[in-house]
């Protein structure tokens, strides 16, 4: 792994000539908030406080009254597209390997136009529904698909880039002795996934659904320990540079406070694992996935991170175990960072459970990270209480705390 001094992992060099360039990288405070939003599939726009227009582009003043009290807020994106174009060149060098480009000027019924990318069932004069997703830099971009038919989002070529619909992929998921990377297997598999590794600390163990997985075409068994780096390290010399998607399903919730008993040990033991088996994880995989989706052609890869909804405010009944969690989902958005730009997407799952995995629970989370990975979201929340505490996380992270307390 070759890194710079500010330890950002660097692709191949200039004279490679199979780097894919990236997409130009705004950096306006309205560009990180369309984007933030966009992460989690939410198209967001300017609304004024005073006399309630709509606006797009983002300002920072409103057009029509002049107040600078401005508030986002979530839209369907519901509109007409008024007219379309094909693009044929382009001064952007990321923009020239995509050519020719549909995009189209989209009159939305809350009243700004847009401009958007145009899928292949949409044409002047429809209605149409224009949806947020996040490209290859982290930039919001939109997709406007017309509202008469359903279009499959993984059936054309530009739209594979936003995405990573695990059909022809290559998946490792780390840790399929629980009853969620079993569900993550079935449902890669049954989605068309081409190899799925699944992980085991020593797949000489029985354990539940084991003979399942070694039944299933296509999904092999594969030692994968994340308390030794060693093990981490073998293993993505063999699979490494052929991977497209690798799942964590190791991260796990424990019940006790700071002050049980054994929670030293406890922290310990489950450290090697939430940070530091994450952190072998990267250290191993992250190149080799960059330098795949870095490749010519219209490549994507994702890293997916599964946490418990407390790795965002910690609930004292399970103090310990959600603080590493919390550590865990610091590391994961370095992570994103150091992709930015090579078109592997990082997407965070959280989830509500705090007990017992079971198959419906495990299936649920399973589903909600196919969506994930369908949409080209970078955040999906699993369960309403998950929602609920999302939620009032985002809108005031200190009540939060004080009321988890109580729980």
Known sequence: MVRDRNSRLKGPGPCSGSVTPAPPRPSSHAAFVLAA????????????????????????????????????RAENGDGVLIAETTLYSSTSAYFRERLPLRVGAIRLDVGPVIAAHLRMNAHAGDRVRVTAVTDRSG?????????????????????????????????????????????????????????????????SIEFAGKNVLTEMQGVSLAALDLRSSSSVATLARQIGHELDILINTSHSLRHGSITCAGSYEAARSDAEIEIFGLMRLF???????????????????AWVNIFSIYALANAPSCGVSAALQAGAFSLSQSMRAEFAGCGVKLLNVFHDND???????????????????CRGLETVVVGVRARD???????????LERELVEQ
């Open 283 to 301: 250290e191993a995989f992250a190149e080799p996935m960059r330098v795949k989706a870095s490749g010519v052609g219209l490549t994507s890869g």
């Open 37 to 72: 939003y966009a992460a989690e599939g939410s198209l967001v726009l300017q609304h004024c406080d005073e006399c309630g227009a709509v606006m797009y582009p983002p300002r920072e003043i409103c057009p029509a009254c002049l107040s600078d009290g401005l508030s986002w």
């Open 355 to 373: 007990g017992a995995e079971d198959s419906r629970w495990s299936s649920a989370v399973a589903a909600a990270t196919l969506d994930g990975l």
């Open 139 to 203: 930039n919001a971009a939109f997709i406007a698909s017309a509202q008469r038919e359903r279009c499959d989002m993984g059936e054309e070529t530009l739209i594979e880039e936003f995405i990573c619909h695990p059909r022809n992929r290559n998946v490792l998921i780390t840790n399929v002795s629980t009853p969620t990377g079993l569900a993550m297997v079935k449902s890669m598999r049954d989605h068309g996934a081409r190899q799925i590794y699944a992980g085991c600390a020593d797949p």
């Open 389 to 399: 505490i999302y939620k009032r996380w985002r809108e005031d992270p200190s009540v």
